[in-house]
């Protein structure tokens, strides 16, 4: 079984463009969230998608956004990118997204120049 | 809320064991447990629902106490590879989000 792909493995880009990233989950599973993960603060949840809605969102600021398509691919986007949003953004997919364990992909280094 | 994981970081001896514990100030649905390498994707350990369960696989076992809404893990004979960081991660009632604590960096040494 494959696992949850996320491309691209690293980016860098320049304060004020913006950046899309994708997840492949796991064939099967719907629920799809993402996460940013820094030195200092750890796995911050940005957003759950559970069969192209978004379910869940957490503290970011409206330049954070996301979608689902139908076959439960996601991509997130990030706009007017700043300094501060260099980080591993992790995808993770589950099978129901509830009380289920997250399979990670191995993320997309972002870095922001 | 972010559950509070302690001890920040742990060094052991292989042959050494561990607990790191996960607590949150929400009710709980269910708690899992994340081991992560450097530079690596952290790979799903266990999950625990409520109703007090325990569950463990090899030397690798957790309890979730839903009353104390708090979860442990439990490292027993700790080996090399047992090295990483440890994360939990919580869901209250509501589905699909889960929140997860700082982490708890493991270090086994020979």
């Known amino acids: 079984k494959a696992g949850v792909t996320q491309t691209p493995r690293y980016l860098i880009k320049t304060r004020g463009q913006q950046v899309t990233l994708s997840c492949s989950p796991i064939?099967?599973?719907?629920?799809v969230s993402w996460y940013q993960q820094t030195p200092g603060q750890g796995l911050q949840f940005l957003f759950e998608?559970?069969?192209?809605?978004?379910?869940n969102k957490g503290n970011f600021p409206g330049r954070f956004s996301g979608r689902q398509f139908s076959n439960s691919r996601s991509e997130m986007n990030v706009s007017t990118l700043e300094l501060g949003d260099s980080a591993l953004y992790l995808c993770?997919?589950?099978?129901?997204?509830?009380?289920?364990?997250?399979?990670f992909g191995s993320g997309t280094r972002l870095t922001v120049v | 809320q972010q559950p509070v994981q302690s001890p920040q970081a742990v060094i052991l001896r292989e042959g050494e064991d561990a607990v790191i514990n996960c607590s949150s100030s929400?009710?709980?649905?269910?708690v899992h447990w994340y081991r992560q390498k450097h530079g690596e994707a952290p790979i799903f350990l266990m999950i625990?629902?409520?109703?007090?369960e325990q569950k463990g696989h090899d030397k690798i076992s957790a309890s979730f106490n839903e009353k104390k809404q708090q979860s442990s893990l439990y490292l027993t004979a700790s080996q090399l590879s047992y090295s990483g960081t440890y994360f939990c991660?919580?869901?209250?009632?509501?589905?699909?989000?889960?929140?997860f604590g700082d982490g708890t960096t493991l270090t086994v040494k020979p």
């Open positions: 993770a997919s589950s099978s129901t997204g509830t009380g289920i364990g997250y399979t």
């Open positions: 625990l629902l409520k109703g007090g």
């Open positions: 064939s099967g599973h719907r629920s």
């Open positions: 991660g919580t869901e209250d009632s509501n589905a699909g989000k889960s929140t």
């Open positions: 998608y559970f069969s192209e809605t978004q379910r």
């Open positions: 929400k009710a709980l649905y269910s």
